[in-house]
């Protein structure tokens, strides 16, 4: 019994011995109840953005925006005179809702017609769409009962009598960039590039760091010493398998009829700097992290919750800002962003290009940061073999 208490002992000290399993045993549970639990801290989504187009330009019209304003759900980001050009607007603002107020809405109601409002709605995020068009729809519902039952009982007509004749406006709600509300056509391609992120740092934790780990660095520095062929070398069998896995996920979205739209070209380069970018951070970590082990820990952590953080289920501008930023830091942020707009929402490449250029700006850093570590490593081992 004391041989096996020793034992357990020993493994104990050997695991606090190992400073990196250490630290994300203890670590990231907390940081994951931490991070997770900021992001869905609010637990309700608020001050969703709308566009109101008001072709009306009435008081009653006034109020019904005023109404808007007042919800809690959403907000007015922009009030328009007509439709024309809103898509861009709606893209660039982020508005899920477009509400067209049409031009006899005030006639029809004064005349006792029952008025039609027109809602467009961005179905490429079912969560917030929903939610924004449910805020419309309460909204009119309430403002439509108001209106009525205030001119029933000035007609004699008892309260109660009339809160429950009312009727509500007509709503036609067209739904866009997402055909049928097929759930698959919204999950499947965010949940397969977020494996694919991380199937590609997986294999970059190992270029390096199982250099260092078996001893092979000198042997490889002696065929190739300058920094930036040696990681042209360790990323290009990546960076070709992963055109590999775009044709697979193409086969999918063929398999599954999913059409995409969009710049093509613009989603090719997005692709590639997003490429770059996994591939600056994978390298880095492989190369101050000497140990295939302690390297994939590491970014295991920066891989796992990417999904959450991204933004692609849950509103980005509903997480903490701290959060927003450790989420703009990750690649997958701004190439998830990029794809729901391109294909979802076939937007042009004007709507991406702040994000193409975060990307960039990761990629850049990622990889000056590993050839000034790389040198610096490379001119240390020809002074150790001298």
């Known amino acids: 019994m004391k041989k096996f208490f020793a034992l357990i002992g020993r ?35 608020t001050d969703l953005p709308i566009i109101v187009v008001d072709e009306d330009a009435t008081p009653i019209s006034a109020k019904l925006i005023e109404m808007l304003e007042d919800n809690e759900t959403v907000r007015i980001v922009d009030v328009l005179p007509s439709i024309f050009g809103v898509k861009d607007l709606a893209i660039e603002k982020e508005a899920t809702v477009i509400v067209e107020i049409p031009k006899d809405f005030s006639a029809d109601i004064q005349q006792n017609r029952i008025p039609e409002l027109k809602v467009f709605v961005d179905g490429s995020n079912t969560l917030t769409s929903n939610t924004a068009l449910m805020a419309v729809n309460q909204v009119t519902m309430t403002m439509k009962a108001g209106m009525q039952i205030e001119s029933q009982m000035k007609k004699g007509v008892p309260e109660y009598v009339a809160m429950q004749s009312f009727e509500p406006f007509k709503m036609t709600v067209v739904k866009q960039s997402i055909r049928s509300g097929n759930y698959l056509y919204f999950m499947l391609p965010g949940v397969l590039l977020t494996v694919f992120q991380q199937v590609l740092l997986l294999g970059l934790a190992l270029t390096f760091a199982s250099e260092f780990e078996n001893g092979t660095f000198g042997t490889l520095t002696q065929k190739m010493s300058n920094p930036i062929g040696l990681l042209v070398v360790k990323m290009f069998p990546y960076m070709l398998m992963s055109v590999g896995i775009m044709l697979m996920y193409y086969g999918f979205s063929r398999y599954y009829n999913m059409i995409i739209g969009g710049a093509f070209w613009a989603f090719l380069l997005s692709t590639f700097i997003f490429i770059l970018a996994v591939c600056g951070i994978g390298v880095l970590v492989s190369i101050i992290l000497p140990n295939q082990l302690k390297a994939t820990e590491v970014l295991m952590v920066i891989a796992t919750p990417s999904f ?79």
Request: hydrophobic content about 55%; glycine content about 6%; aromatic content about 12%.
């Open 11 to 45: 493994e104990f000290k050997l695991f606090w011995d190992n400073s990196v399993l250490r630290l994300l045993f203890i670590g990231a549970p907390i940081m994951y109840g931490v991070l997770i639990g900021a992001v869905y801290q609010k637990g309700k989504i």
């Open 308 to 386: 959450i953080l991204s933004g692609f289920t849950w509103p980005h501008s509903q997480m903490p800002i701290w959060v927003q930023t450790i989420a703009d830091m990750i690649p997958l942020t701004h190439y998830l962003k990029i794809f729901r707009l391109l294909y979802l929402n076939h937007s042009g490449i004007s709507h991406v290009l702040s994000s193409i250029w975060a990307m960039a700006a990761i990629a850049v850093v990622t990889l000056l940061a590993s050839l000034v570590i790389l040198h610096f490593k490379i001119k240390k081992e020809k002074s150790r073999v001298r």
